[in-house]
Structure formats: C-alpha cells, structure tokens
C-alpha cells in the first residue's frame, strides 16, 4: 500500500514526489513519458535551471526523488477507482491512500504544414518561454482573434519586427490603434503554411502566393488536459470545463488532487512545479490527521 501514487512524472509530479519523499511517504509516480515539451531544446525561466534541456532536467528530478526512496514507474494508468485501486497498462494494480494527478495537457497544434516540423524549434507558443531566444528576429503571429493581437503586442517587447496574420479575423479599431502604435504590421488573408528551406523556416505562406520573410512564429494551439482519469472519477468541472481544484490542488473527489498543467493551463515550468510542493504539503498533512 502506497501513501500516494502520482500519476506524471514531469515538474509538477516530481517536485510532489520530492516533497513527500523527504516526509517519509511511500510514493510511486508513474509515467507515460510524454512530456509536453519533448519538442523543445531548452528549459526556460526555472531558476537554477535556466537553459537546461527538457530531459536533462527530468533526469536531474529522478535522481533527486529517488534519492528520498521514491519509486518511479515507466508505464500508463488506465483507470482508478476511489480506494485507491489504480490499473496500469501492464496489468499492475497499485494500491494507495491518495492520488494526485500531474498528468499536464498536450498541444493540438494548427493543421498548417510546417508548424508540426519546426514545432519547439522555430514555431513556439509562449513568450515567456521563448521569446528571449527569438529577440531581434523578424517574429511572425499566426493567431487569430484578441488572443493574437495580444501576443503580437506581447512580442514587440522582444522583437523590433514582428508581423501579425490573423486569417480571416479583423482587429478592432482599439487593437488596430495598439498594433500599429508599436509597428507591427497586420497581414491579412488565409495562411497556407510556412515556407520551409533546408529544415529552417523562411517565412509564412498566404494564400495570395505571397512569402512573408520570419525567421520564428508564434501560433496558439488547443489546450487539451490529460484530464480523463479525473472525469472518470467523477471530478467537478469548472464553466470552461478544467477539473476543478482548490489552491492546494484537492478536487471534488475525496482522495484526490491535481496540480499542474492538467487544471491550470497557465501554469508555466516552475509554477507547475510550485503547485506540486504546494499539494504534497497538503496531501502530507491529511495524512497525518488520518492515521
């Protein structure tokens, strides 16, 4: 019987498992080992870590939690039942006082060719993650709606270039005012793809037959949680419909919590990680007041 089984093994999970190791709990963190940024070269804005590739930095968390006497499975949940029964692909049952769910979402990337091919490399999503890398490049926004305009605007504060295509959307005469108080041009029109040379991007095609010359793109992809052993378990789901959890990651579900990516898509590298710590401290001190 294990105090806790942790379903994902990235940041959010490992950082969990650390800090129940070192409380003594008997943990299992199981892993798919499909990490969301696989695709990426580096790690950014987690302090200490900066720069780091994605699987170096699982490598360095595994080292550290097993270290406390966590046990670390490469396999796939398949289903829970509140007990806590948790079936694995290879036909293991795990048995367990609580559950916490780390399982993170995956990025369902615009159907444009090229994006998936220079996904991570030159075709990034957030600014905050990537922008640094981009700076001074000629930067292009391939989003429609507010949600591009803003991240055009956001990228202006990176790059001196930067060209919005937002399709078949109309920015309003507020967000017309703000692209252009800062230069950023809008190219209006169907994207076709992006111009791909040698494995490298070199611009983004219009339907028109024109290339506008970009060297990096942004686009916004569909968030979607890795959520289905949550719902499965009868899991409250909020208006946008995310499982619901509490600031310590507790769901409706006696017994069980979530952290991370999987309720929070917002949630970067090291706040993913943070809400880990924060539901292990949580889950830690219920257990405790349980025995």
Known sequence: MYDVVIVGGGPTGLSAALVLGRARRKV???????????????????LTRDGVPPGELLRLGRAEVTGYGVEILSDRVVSAVPGFAVTLESGTVLRARKLLVTAGIRDELPDLPGVAELWGDQVHFCPYCHGYEVRDDRVGVVADGPMGVMKAVMLREWAPDVVLFPGDYTPTADEAAQLAKRGIA????????????????????????????????????????????????????????????????????????AAGNVVDPRAQLISSAGAGATAAVQINHDLIFEA
């Open 28 to 46: 299992v963190v199981v892993d798919s080992g499909e990490p969301r940024n696989a695709a990426a070269h580096e790690s950014h804005g987690f």
């Open 186 to 257: 809008v190219e209006a029109g169907k994207v076709t793809g992006l111009a791909v040379t040698d494995g490298r991007l070199t611009g983004v095609d219009l339907a028109d037959g024109r290339t506008v010359e970009r060297s990096a793109v942004f686009v916004n992809p569909v968030f979607v949680p890795r959520d289905t052993l949550l719902r499965d378990l009868g899991c409250d789901l909020d208006d946008q419909g995310w499982v619901k959890a509490d600031s310590a990651g507790r769901t409706s579900v006696e017994g069980v919590w």
